[in-house]
């Protein structure tokens, strides 16, 4: 049956659900199947992108302990870091919502050990130089518990976890030896499966937070075996831009097509370009949504603000504050209308080839490269006919490079490292 509404629940199997990225040719071109894994309802792929070797990453870090699951009512709030000495630690800060904490802190009847257990394993699996992790759960009421665990305890788990495949075989393990889930731990809604889909395939890697917003035109459910939902989408990629959190990178409204079949496994399909998308729209599309995608430009300021959601969240859970927008709606000062010939700013593409990370206008652009947040900087001294290029880390303003180069000829007057 073909329906109109934008939420169901659809069933979470427990088995390990897995898919591979296909392509497919249609009219000669390439239709994006993305893939998304889901092992006990928890997505794989935003867990295993996210590994890292240092306690340090706060964004990978973060992403890694958002995609966790957690017991009912419990709800990650935020991370304290100890990367100042080994033993290198993580306290992840938890809310129990709505659940009574056993009043002599320690974790009575209730799952939480398991599943904390289950979790640590996880997250040592994926984070190289972390050495300790605690869990803090704090009620309502002011009651807390605590669990505390140590990879010394894991280390003869962690040999598979150096590839994809073998990451799913012990993340499967892992839940087999641990509680768990119930089915309203990570319900895989319409909803839910579209998200998935959308931040499933990260184009750009150099982007701090990849968010997605989408609205939900209709499903169809007649085939038993597959329910396929119709949803117009947009995906960004934001990171800081003159201390703004900018989309630097991501899409217009999108019409996408997404699949789930009874496994849980889902895929995704964006139309085709240029002379064969009104084609592809109607193939993939009952005609009854044509009229929506063809206006559905006019939805993107709707569909953004759940772009803007994610990015809110994101900056919350690493302590950061910023304006959130769109790269139109801050001002970025180009070399040229600052005074540099068209002809020495057309040269500077090679240097931003061989030298990536510094933008093109005058200002800067944040990155995180292992566990370190730096700081591209690009500033142009008129009086001294200099452009300067400037690489440092955030936190303490320490360089690391610094070019300078001459704003008449374009030449690099002087390098230091």
């Known amino acids: 049956m073909k329906h109109k509404k934008s939420v169901i629940l659809v069933s979470v199997l427990g088995v390990i659900a897995a898919v591979c990225i296909a392509f497919a040719l249609v009219k000669g071109g390439k239709v994006d199947r993305s893939e998304v894994v889901l092992i006990q309802g928890v997505p794989v792929q935003p867990l295993w992108e996210n590994r890292t070797e240092y306690v340090g990453?706060?964004?990978?870090?973060?992403?890694?302990?958002?995609?966790?699951?957690?017991c009912d009512g419990v709800v990650y709030d935020h991370v304290e870091m100890k990367t100042h000495a080994e033993p290198y630690g993580i306290t992840v800060h938890l809310?129990?919502?709505?659940?009574?904490?056993?009043?002599d802190g320690t974790t009575g009847d209730k799952p939480y050990k398991k599943i904390f257990d289950t979790n640590a394993k996880i997250i040592f699996s994926?984070?190289?130089?972390?050495?300790?992790?605690?869990?803090?759960?704090?009620?309502?009421?002011?009651?807390?518990?605590s669990n505390h665990f140590k990879r010394e305890d894991y280390e003869a788990v962690f040999k598979?976890?150096?590839?994809?495949?073998?990451?799913?075989?012990?993340?499967?393990?892992?839940?087999?030896?641990?509680?768990?889930?119930?089915?309203?731990?990570?319900?895989?809604?319409?909803?839910?499966?579209?998200?998935l889909a959308l931040l499933s395939n990260k184009d750009?890697?150099?982007?701090?937070?990849?968010?997605?917003?989408?609205?939900?035109?209709?499903?169809?459910?007649?085939?038993?075996?597959?329910?396929?939902?119709?949803?117009?989408?947009?995906?960004?990629?934001?990171?800081?831009?003159?201390?703004?959190?900018e989309k630097v990178s991501g899409t217009g409204v999108t019409p996408v097509v997404?699949?789930?079949?009874?496994?849980?496994?889902?895929?995704?399909?964006?139309?085709?370009?240029?002379?064969?998308?009104?084609?592809?729209?109607?193939?993939?599309?009952p005609?009854?949504?044509?009229?929506?995608?063809?206006?559905?430009?006019?939805?993107?300021?709707?569909?953004?603000?759940?772009?803007?959601?994610?990015?809110?969240?994101?900056?919350k859970k690493i302590g950061r504050e910023g304006k959130i927008g769109e790269y139109a709606d801050f001002e970025h000062i180009s070399l040229t209308s600052a005074g540099v010939s068209v002809e020495v700013s057309n040269s500077l593409q090679?240097?931003?080839?061989?030298?990536?990370?510094?933008?093109?206008?005058?200002?800067?652009?944040?990155?995180?490269?292992?566990?370190?947040?730096?700081?591209?900087?690009?500033?142009?001294?008129?009086?001294?006919?200099?452009?300067?290029?400037?690489?440092?880390?955030?936190?303490?303003k320490e360089p690391i490079e610094i070019f300078r180069v001459n704003s008449k000829t374009g030449d690099i007057a002087s390098e230091e490292f």
């Open 126 to 145: 994926l984070v190289g130089n972390l050495d300790e992790i605690t869990f803090e759960v704090e009620d309502d009421k002011g009651k807390s518990l």
């Open 57 to 70: 990453d706060n964004a990978a870090v973060g992403n890694i302990l958002f995609a966790l699951p957690y």
């Open 160 to 195: 598979k976890t150096k590839t994809l495949e073998g990451f799913k075989e012990v993340l499967s393990n892992f839940f087999a030896e641990g509680e768990e889930l119930s089915q309203n731990e990570n319900p895989l809604t319409l909803d839910r499966a579209v998200s």
């Open 287 to 315: 005609k009854e949504y044509h009229d929506e995608i063809s206006e559905g430009y006019n939805r993107y300021d709707e569909i953004v603000e759940q772009e803007v959601a994610y990015a809110k969240e994101y900056l």
């Open 350 to 396: 090679n240097f931003y080839k061989e030298h990536f990370g510094y933008p093109d206008f005058i200002g800067n652009r944040e990155y995180l490269q292992e566990g370190k947040r730096m700081v591209y900087q690009t500033d142009y001294d008129k009086d001294k006919g200099e452009i300067q290029f400037k690489k440092y880390f955030y936190e303490d």
């Open 258 to 285: 997404v699949r789930i079949d009874k496994a849980n496994q889902i895929q995704i399909e964006r139309p085709l370009d240029g002379s064969d998308y009104t084609s592809s729209i109607q193939k993939m599309f």
């Open 204 to 245: 750009y890697k150099g982007n701090e937070c990849e968010a997605e917003g989408h609205i939900i035109l209709g499903y169809d459910d007649s085939d038993k075996d597959k329910t396929k939902i119709y949803a117009l989408a947009t995906t960004g990629g934001y990171s800081f831009v003159n201390g703004n959190f």
């Open 95 to 103: 809310t129990a919502k709505g659940v009574d904490l056993p009043a």
